[in-house]
């Protein structure tokens, strides 16, 4: 199963919590409940974490095995493709669509940040787009 495939409102509307839970669990491909509510800030109550688990496994996004009496909860998903659906979501939201916008936003914000390894990165994305636009387009 793709994150394409998975119920496309469930997957886009994550809860806060919800999304620290994804975050701890991409960042270590399985957690236990209480390794969860270990590895999030603030965490709230154990039954708490288990009923968030429970929801993101209903919603298709997390799945679970037994591992004797616990379960041991992994995303459904690669950390890649729910990067993409947020970052499509997140463009149609606040930027219309538009990637230009988008890229023009954060280069605002992060301008003085840049190190010339990542203008250089930079470039050679936007370099990369240019030809496959060319050869799209048949010129």
């Given amino acids: ?14 809860s806060r919590r919800e999304r620290q839970i994804m975050d ?19 965490a709230p109550s154990y039954s708490a974490v288990r009923s968030l688990l429970a929801k993101l496994v209903e ?10 009496p616990r379960y041991i909860y992994f995303p459904v998903v690669a950390q890649e ?14 930027f219309g669509g538009s990637t230009t916008a988008a890229v023009n936003a954060l280069l ?8 010339a390894d990542e203008v250089r990165q930079l470039q050679e994305a936007i ?10 387009s048949g010129h």
């Fill in 1 to 14: 199963m793709t994150f394409d495939d998975l119920d496309k409102s469930a997957a886009a509307q994550l």
């Fill in 24 to 42: 701890a669990l991409f960042e270590a491909g399985e957690l236990s409940a209480q390794d969860v509510r270990t590895a999030i800030p603030d």
């Fill in 59 to 68: 919603k298709k996004i997390v799945d679970f095995r037994e591992d004797g």
């Fill in 81 to 94: 493709e729910a990067r993409a659906s947020a970052l499509q979501k997140l463009l149609k939201t606040f």
């Fill in 108 to 115: 605002g914000m992060q301008r003085d940040k840049l190190d």
């Fill in 127 to 136: 370099d990369a787009a240019a030809r496959d636009e060319k050869s799209s």
